[in-house]
């Protein structure tokens, strides 16, 4: 299984209403073995899919304007926020301590 960032910001007329979330896509999110909302626009996902796939899945979501990106996550981390994701990154993400 693999880590990955999923980065989505919602540029199309149809995805940009305020106060709400990109539906099809975070349904799509939704599909992986597991995931966690890091931000308003970011989520971590857990997946034994590589990364083209997971971008092909839910690009079918975005829209035109959007913009959409999967990076793995397979190396150091370091950062805070609320401890329910801190604790998901420290179990999904493997820990890579060397220099």
Known sequence: ???YL?????N??????PGR????????IRDFTSWNRLSHSTY???THLGPEDVFHHL???AGADDRLYI???????????PEDVNDWL??????????
């Open 1 to 3: 299984m693999a880590s």
């Open 6 to 10: 999923v980065i989505y910001v919602a």
């Open 12 to 17: 199309s007329p149809a995805a940009v209403t």
């Open 21 to 28: 979330e990109p539906t099809g896509l975070l349904n799509s």
């Open 44 to 46: 971590a996902i857990v």
């Open 59 to 61: 690009a079918a979501d």
């Open 71 to 81: 990076m793995g996550l397979d190396g150091k981390t370091a950062g805070f926020g």
């Open 90 to 99: 420290r179990q999904h993400v493997r820990q890579d301590n060397k220099n």
